[in-house]
C-alpha cells in the first residue's frame, strides 16, 4: 500500500524542526547572558523563545502523525 504523499511531507517536517531544535540547543543560550550585552550574537531570550515555538511545532507534527496512523485523519478528510 502506497504511502499518502502527506506523509512524506509529515516526516520531512519533523526532521527538519528536529535539526532545528538541536541548533537552538547547542547555542547555549544560558552562556551568552554570562558575556556583556555588546558581545552578544544572539538575544539568549530570542532562542529561548524560539526553542519553545520549535517544540510546539514538533508536538503537533507528531500528533498529526499519531492521529494518521489511528486512522483519524482518513475518516474526517476521505
Known amino acids: 500500500m502506497n504511502k499518502p504523499p502527506d506523509d512524506d511531507f509529515e516526516i520531512e517536517m ?14 547555549r543560550a544560558e552562556e551568552a547572558t554570562d558575556r556583556p550585552v555588546s558581545e552578544w550574537l544572539f538575544d539568549p531570550v530570542d532562542a529561548e523563545r524560539d526553542e519553545v515555538g520549535l517544540r510546539n511545532l514538533l508536538g ?14 482518513d475518516e474526517k478528510n476521505p
Open 14 to 27: 519533523e526532521i527538519e524542526v528536529e535539526a532545528e531544535i538541536t541548533m537552538v540547543e547547542s547555542s
Open 60 to 73: 503537533a507534527v507528531e500528533a498529526l502523525e499519531e492521529d494518521r496512523a489511528l486512522g483519524g485523519a
